[in-house]
């Protein structure tokens, strides 16, 4: 396969030498080596990177002296430091070097968010700015495929993801590498730094999600059917959300009394990863989870698009206590667009009255498998049609 240039490295490109430490998150398996060590090669010499997950470099950190490291890495200028979240306190290691030696360009990757990694966390406000790494997206894809070819690959990706060691392997190849991520490697750094005593509670609580994916979720429910507390359940969703296997939708309310408020909607970061859960990968025309699986792709592929652009508004769905209901909001400057997802092109979208008479002045688009391309590759500032 072609090399693809991730859209992340343009932005994080723009960012060196401007006094900022870089720090750039993500799952494992996303590509973040490839990635600052392309940064590297373009920058500085490759000798300048370093795996914390080595004994060596996690005993020179854990030092917390800025002159001991600056020994250890020499007079380069740009330094790389990978899985960073296995340094203890890395935060304010990173504070302290940076600093002391504020003209030497770092960069540092986890696979968790460092909070996870460390019982204390310096915080490195004014100092970082913070990059996110996702699977593969359709638009990094679109560089080396033509369009028309990856609409017709929709049903492949939507059974087996984005993930860069899939994209390109057959449909057998892929289940068994998904198979392997989505075992305990993939959240490896739960059972590491959080003493999680019942990893098989976690799969459990992975495979209810799979299974509720495009429904809201309780997490009173969770709790009930898995015997533990809803604090236990909230607890495990936030190291889900810190290691980039989940994310939340919030529920978008201005009116209680008529509106779910305080309900989430859960997505996968990838969807191949939510199918190896339950063990599905059988063919779209076979499945009567399209219409969540769409949801989710659709979601994701625009959190990924948004976010190569800059852009960051706020994200919802919207219920009412009757359930009618609105999949997707994004909300800039008080200004409400609407989203409904249909896998199927002649499927009817239901309650978009219900909602632009409720919201004057908001939007709302269909985006299906004929539209989907402008909803992934434009920002829409402006009034839909």
Not at 293 to 313: A, D
Request: glycine share 4%; proline share 3%.
């Amino acid at each position: 396969m072609k090399i693809i240039d991730r859209s992340v490295s343009a932005l994080m490109d723009r960012w060196l030498f401007r006094g900022k430490i870089l720090i750039l998150f993500g799952a494992r398996q996303v590509g973040k080596t490839t990635l600052v060590k392309a940064l590297l090669k373009k920058h500085a010499a490759a000798g300048n990177y370093f795996n914390c997950e080595m004994l060596s470099v996690r005993d020179v950190f854990r030092r917390q002296d800025p002159y001991a490291l600056k020994r250890f890495a020499g007079d380069a200028k740009f330094l790389v430091f990978d899985e960073a979240q296995h340094i203890e306190n890395i935060g304010l290691c990173l504070k302290l070097f940076h600093d002391t030696f504020p003209d030497v360009q770092i960069v540092a990757t986890g696979s968790s968010s460092f909070d996870l990694a460390n019982k204390i966390n310096e915080p490195l406000t004014g100092r970082a700015i913070e990059f996110k790494l996702h699977p593969f997206s359709m638009m990094e894809l679109s560089a080396v495929r033509d369009r028309v070819e990856l609409t017709s690959s929709l049903d492949f990706h939507l059974r087996f993801g984005f993930y860069p060691e899939i994209v390109d392997k057959n449909e057998n190849d892929a289940s068994l590498l998904l198979d392997n991520l989505a075992g305990k490697y993939l959240y490896k750094d739960i059972l590491e730094f959080q003493n999680v005593k019942k990893p098989e509670l976690l799969l459990k609580l992975l495979q209810l999600l799979a299974l509720q994916l495009g429904n809201e979720v309780s997490k009173h429910e969770l709790a009930t059917t898995l015997g533990v507390s809803s604090e236990t359940i909230e607890r495990y969703l936030s190291l889900l959300e810190q290691t980039f296997v989940i994310f939340r939708l919030r529920a978008f309310s201005r009116n209680p009394r008529k509106e779910l408020s305080k309900k989430n909607k859960i997505y996968f970061h990838d969807i191949g990863i939510r199918n190896s859960l339950i063990k599905r990968f059988n063919p779209l025309e076979f499945r009567d989870d399209k219409g969540p699986l769409w949801e989710n792709f659709c979601i994701v592929e625009r959190m990924k698009f948004l976010q190569s652009v800059g852009e960051r508004p706020a994200t919802y769905f919207w219920r009412t206590h009757d359930k009618k209901e609105v999949d997707y909001i994004e909300e800039r400057d008080g200004n409400l667009r609407a989203f409904e997802f249909k896998y199927s092109p002649n499927t009817k979208t239901r309650n978009a009255n219900e909602f632009l008479r409720a919201y004057s002045g908001s939007t709302l688009k269909t985006i299906t498998t004929d539209t989907f391309w402008d909803f992934i590759s434009n920002v829409n500032r402006g009034p839909t049609t």
